[in-house]
């Protein structure tokens, strides 16, 4: 059998929908804003990353992708995250000194690429 409703109880009905969306609301706000801050240092870490792969393959003379390998790993042999290996580099360009760990371990996957190109 139908239930037959009235618009007012429509209204009430659409009314209890509206507030158990809207309860849900600020738990969806602040994990859309996490997820938003991620993104935006996700972004930035990108950036410095690519400079770091960009310089990579002006010392080399190598591919992006040879660079990207030089530069992980560099991180993983320094167990430094990428990102700050990245940045330590790219801040070379504005007179940082290069921290001696990340400076020994670019020398050597500098020298490993060197010599796998030769050989």
């Given amino acids: ?14 009314t209890a929908v509206d507030l158990a969306r809207d309860a849900a609301l600020p738990a969806e706000v ?5 997820r938003n801050e991620q993104l935006g240092r996700a972004l930035v870490t990108r ?19 040879r660079a990207w390998d030089v530069l992980v790993g560099v ?3 320094c167990n430094i995250k990428l990102r700050d290996v990245a940045a330590a580099l790219v801040a070379t360009a504005e007179g940082e000194r290069l921290p ?20």
């Fill in 1 to 14: 059998m139908h239930q037959v409703t009235t618009h007012r109880e429509e209204g009430r009905l659409v």
């Fill in 30 to 34: 602040v994990e859309l804003r996490a």
């Fill in 47 to 65: 950036a410095v990353i690519d400079q770091a792969r960009g310089m990579v393959m002006a010392l080399a003379p190598c591919s992006s992708e």
């Fill in 75 to 77: 991180s993983q042999h």
């Fill in 100 to 119: 001696e760990e990340i400076r020994r371990g670019l020398s050597r996957a500098l020298r490993c690429l060197h010599a796998a190109d030769r050989g």
